[in-house]
C-alpha cells in the first residue's frame, strides 16, 4: 500500500502518513526529512520555533524549534498549549444540526417494567456490597454454571457485580457517593431484567440500606452470610435464590422495541493518530444515526476531552447542561491537582508510539465518537440520566473505570474503538471492537469486530463505514455476539472511588 | 454460659460482658442499669461529664454526660480523645524483653535460591501488567486448571496476579511508587518458586520494564499480546510458556528449613470488643513464640494503630525505625485530609455493633496481635523489608489491600483474627481463620480454623491458646490447608493506589 497524506482540515499545518514512510520518500508531493512511522505527523510547511501546529483545525501545540517542510513532528517537538479556563464556558445557543436519518428504527430488546431503558441481553447479576464475600460468590457462580443455567435456555448467563468497594473505606467522605452511587445503579441495569439479588457479609460499611430501598431490601433479594450457619448453609441458600431469580428471567424474550429503548456506550482504548480519522468518526456517524433514531449514546473520558471541552460547551442544548459539565470537569481538575498530577499524564506510551504527540490531539481523536449532534444532558460518573439522546457522562477515561461507570447509567451495549488493540470486554454488556486501521484488524483478525481502516485507504467513506457500524450495533443489541462476548473475554469491574482507603 | 465481666488493666474504669446481659443483672458485683450486647462495655464506677473512660490501661475517650455505675458505654457515650501528635515521637531505647521460647523452630517449607524467605506453597503465579488482559488470562486460568495442572502434581496450583493498576494512571504520580512497587514485588513471593510469568499489553503505562529488570525481561517470562495474531496464537503461547514454567516448579519439593526462612503476616476484619481479648493476644504470643524462632512477622493496618502510635514508637529498635513510622504514619494522615476524611471514619457499623465504640479502642485490640516483641523495621506498603523479627507493615486497615500489600512484602502465610466473621481468603498465600469467641465459631464451622474464644470463657490461658495457634501455623506452612484453602475461597487482588485514575 503507497502511503498517503491525511490532512483534516484548510489551515492544518501537518498532516499524517497513512504507512510508515522513509527519509527521501515524496508523499503527496512532500519530501520526507526523516522516516516517519505509521500514523505520525509531518509538517506540511517550514515552521519558526514558538509557531502554532495546527490538527483537525485546531491548535495541537507550538513547535520547540524551528521546523522544516517534511520533517516528522511529535511530542520532543511539541509544546503543550493553555488548556482552555472553565471559567470562560457559556450557554450560547448554537444554530440546529441536521443528522442523518437512520435506515432501521427499531431494534429486538428485553423490556423491563418501568425502566426508560430495554436490555440486549438477559442475565442473572448478583451484587455483592463489599469485596469480603466475593470469594463466597466466585464459588457460588462456577455452581450456577453447572448446576442452574443448563435447565434456564432463555437466559444468557450469570455476572458477579463484584468491586473492591464496600469496607475499609470512608463510608461517608464527600467522594464516596461515586462508588456508592455506581453500584447501586448497576444493580438497575436493564440487562439484569429488573431481578435484584444482592449478597453482603453483615459488618462493612456499606451496608444494604445504602444500596436497596426498603421496598427492595427483602428476603426475597438479600442474603448476608453472616446470618447463615457456615459455607454449606450461605450455599444452600445463596444456589436457592439464584434458581428463583433464573426462573424469573427465562420467561423473558426478545421483542420489537423502538430505538428510545436502547442506550448505547462509547468509548476508545489503546488509541493511536488514527482514531481520530477512521475509527471515532465512523462511530460518530453511527452514534448521530443512534440519536436521530431516538435512542440514547454515552460518551465520555474527561482527561480526553478537557482540552476541547469548549467545544463540548458549544453543543450543550441548555444553560444547565453547560453547568453541570463545569462542575464535572472542574472536579476533575481539582482531583487530579490533589495527586500532583495533570493533564500531561495522558497520553500512554502506546498512544505516542501510535503517533498522538499529546492530549490536545487525542482530545480531537476522542471527541470525534460523539458525532455532531447536541448534547442534551451532561451526567456525573455513574449517575443515571433523566433525557434521551447524546449524553456526556464525565467519567475518567480509563478503560477499565469508564466501562462500569457506563454500565452503572444505563448502557446495555459499548462500542469500543482501539487503534493499538485491547482484548477488553464486558460481562454485562456486549462490546463491539472497532479498528481504526487494516493492519490491526489484519493481526487481531479473531477480536476485532468491525474495521474502520477502510477509510483510512479510501475505500470507504466515513458516512459508508459509520452505516455499517450502525447496522452492526443494532444487529448486536438484537442478539448477535461480537467476539469478546463469543469468547468469554472479561474485564472485571472497576468502580471509580476518588475517596480515600482506610 | 454464665456471664462475667473482663477487666483488662487495674485502672481500667470499663469492662466487657463476655455474653449479651439484661438490665438488673448483677455480674461480678456490678448491677446493670440496661441492656448490655455481648462484648459491650460496662461503667466499673460513675462518672461525671468529661472523665476518663479507660481500658487495655489506655484512655478510650470521655464521657459526654454523667455515668452511673453499670450503665452501658458505648459509641454514643464517648468523646474521642486528641490524636498522639507525631512530632513527639522519640526513639527511646527500652528494657529488653524476654520472649516464650517455641517448641518446634522448623517447617517443611520451599526453599527459593536467592530469598531470604521460603514459600509455603508451590504456586504458578501469572502476573498481568494492565487490566486490559485480565479477561484473556482468566480464560488462560481455566485451561491450564483443565488442562495443564493435572501433569504436574507436585504444582499446588495457578494463581491470576490480576489487578486495577496498569493504564488510565498517572505513572509518575508521586503516589505512583505504591502501587508498581507492589507489583514488582509480589512477582517475587517465595511461594511463585522464583519464577516468573508476565503478561502485558503493548500499549500501557506499566511497561514491562518497570516490573522487571533487563535480565528478566526475556521471552521466555514475558508475553506481550498485541505482538500476536489475534486470540487463538496468543492463547497458544501462554499455554507453552505456562507449561514451561510448571515442568520447573515440579521439581520443587518440601525441605525441612529454620523459622527463619518463614514470613507470616497478620491480620484482623469484622472485629469486634473480643478481638483484642482473645483472638489478637493469642495471635500476639502465637507471633513472639515465631519471631523468638527466627521468624519474620509482618502487622499492618495504620488507622487502626494510628492512636497508639506512641506505644508502637516505643517498641522500635532504633532511631531509624521510630523516623520510618512517623513518615509512614504521616503521609497517612495527610492522605486522608485530602480525601476530607479522618481516622474516626473508622471503625464500622459492624465493629461498633460488636462492641468497639471507636478508634482507639480498635487500635488497642489490634495492636495486641503483635505480641511485645521489638519491632525491627518499619516498612511502607507493599515494600520489601531488609531484616528478620517483628515488621510493622504500614498499609492500609481494609483487609482486601492490606491482604495484597502484606504478599508483596514477602508473607507466605497469613493469620486473620475475626469477631464478625468474614470468609476472607488469599488464592497466593493460605490464611488461617481465628474467631474472637465461641459464637462465631459455633456459626461457622466450617470456615474457623481455630478458636481463641476459650480464652473468653476462661477455658484456656492467652498462652496456651497461643501455643496451639503456633502449632497450627506451622502446620500450615508445612501443607496443612485452612479452611479458606480448602474451599477454595479467595478474594481478588486489591493494591493500594493513592494515586489518582486519569
Request: hydrophobic residues 40%; charged residues 20%; negative net charge.
Amino acid at each position: 500500500m503507497k502511503a498517503r497524506l491525511i490532512k483534516l482540515e484548510e489551515i492544518d499545518t501537518v498532516a499524517i502518513v497513512t504507512e510508515a514512510a522513509q527519509s527521501g520518500d515524496v508523499i503527496d508531493g512532500i519530501t520526507l526529512l526523516s522516516d516517519v512511522p505509521q500514523g505520525h505527523k509531518v509538517a506540511l510547511k517550514a515552521m519558526k520555533q514558538g509557531d502554532e501546529v495546527i490538527r483537525y483545525g485546531v491548535v495541537l501545540g507550538y513547535v520547540n524549534r524551528n521546523v522544516e517542510r517534511g520533517e516528522w513532528i511529535n511530542e520532543h517537538t511539541l509544546i503543550l498549549p493553555t488548556q482552555p479556563p472553565l471559567s470562560e464556558l457559556k450557554f450560547v445557543k448554537s444554530p440546529s444540526v441536521v443528522l442523518p436519518t437512520p435506515k432501521r428504527t427499531t431494534f429486538e430488546g428485553y423490556e423491563v417494567a418501568g425502566h426508560r431503558y430495554a436490555g440486549t441481553r438477559n442475565l442473572l447479576a448478583i451484587t455483592t456490597t463489599v469485596q469480603c464475600v466475593s470469594g463466597v460468590v466466585d464459588q457460588l457462580m462456577v455452581r450456577i454454571k453447572g448446576e442452574l443455567l443448563p435447565k434456564y435456555p432463555h437466559v444468557d448467563g450469570v455476572v458477579a457485580i463484584n468491586h473492591a468497594y464496600g469496607c475499609g473505606v470512608a463510608i461517608d467522605a464527600p467522594d464516596a457517593v461515586v462508588p456508592i452511587r455506581s453500584i447501586r445503579n448497576t444493580i438497575k441495569n436493564p440487562n439484569f431484567g429488573g431481578q435484584i439479588m444482592v449478597v453482603g457479609l453483615g459488618c462493612e460499611k456499606l451496608t444494604v440500606e445504602r444500596l436497596l430501598s426498603e421496598a427492595e431490601n427483602t428476603k426475597e433479594n438479600v442474603i448476608i452470610l453472616q446470618d447463615y450457619e457456615g459455607y454449606g448453609a450461605m450455599m444452600d441458600a445463596l444456589m436457592q435464590m439464584a434458581e428463583a431469580k433464573l426462573k424469573v428471567l427465562n420467561e423473558r424474550r426478545r421483542t420489537t422495541l423502538p430505538l428510545s429503548k436502547l442506550c448505547v456506550g462509547m468509548q476508545c482504548g489503546g488509541s493511536d493518530a488514527f482514531s481520530g480519522v477512521s475509527a471515532n468518526p465512523a462511530a460518530g456517524w453511527a452514534s448521530d444515526l443512534l440519536v436521530s433514531g431516538g435512542a440514547t449514546v454515552m460518551f465520555s473520558e474527561v482527561t480526553e476531552v478537557r482540552d476541547g471541552v469548549h467545544l463540548l460547551a458549544e453543543r450543550c442544548v441548555d444553560e444547565r447542561a453547560v453547568e453541570k459539565l463545569k462542575a464535572e470537569i472542574g472536579w476533575y481538575d481539582e482531583y487530579l491537582a490533589k495527586g500532583s498530577v495533570d493533564r500531561s499524564a495522558n497520553p500512554t506510551p502506546g498512544n505516542k508510539a501510535g503517533g498522538l504527540s499529546n492530549i490536545v490531539e487525542k482530545a480531537m481523536g476522542s471527541i470525534a465518537k460523539s458525532g455532531k449532534a447536541p448534547i442534551v444532558e451532561v451526567i456525573g460518573p455513574g449517575e443515571l440520566p433523566t433525557k434521551r439522546g447524546l449524553i456526556f457522562a464525565a467519567t475518567p477515561a480509563s478503560d477499565i473505570v469508564c466501562g462500569p461507570s457506563q454500565l452503572a447509567s444505563g448502557i446495555t451495549l459499548q462500542v469500543f474503538m482501539t487503534g493499538r488493540g485491547t482484548p477488553y470486554g464486558l460481562a454485562e454488556a456486549p462490546v463491539i471492537k472497532v479498528s481504526t486501521r487494516n493492519a490491526m484488524k489484519e493481526m487481531w483478525t479473531d477480536l476485532i469486530d468491525f474495521n474502520a481502516g477502510s477509510i483510512i485507504t479510501g475505500v470507504q467513506s466515513v458516512q459508508e463505514a459509520g452505516e455499517e457500524l450502525f447496522d452492526l450495533i443494532i444487529d448486536v443489541a438484537s442478539g448477535k455476539k461480537p467476539a469478546a462476548e463469543a469468547l468469554g473475554l472479561n474485564n472485571f469491574l472497576c468502580y471509580f472511588n476518588p475517596a480515600p482507603i482506610t
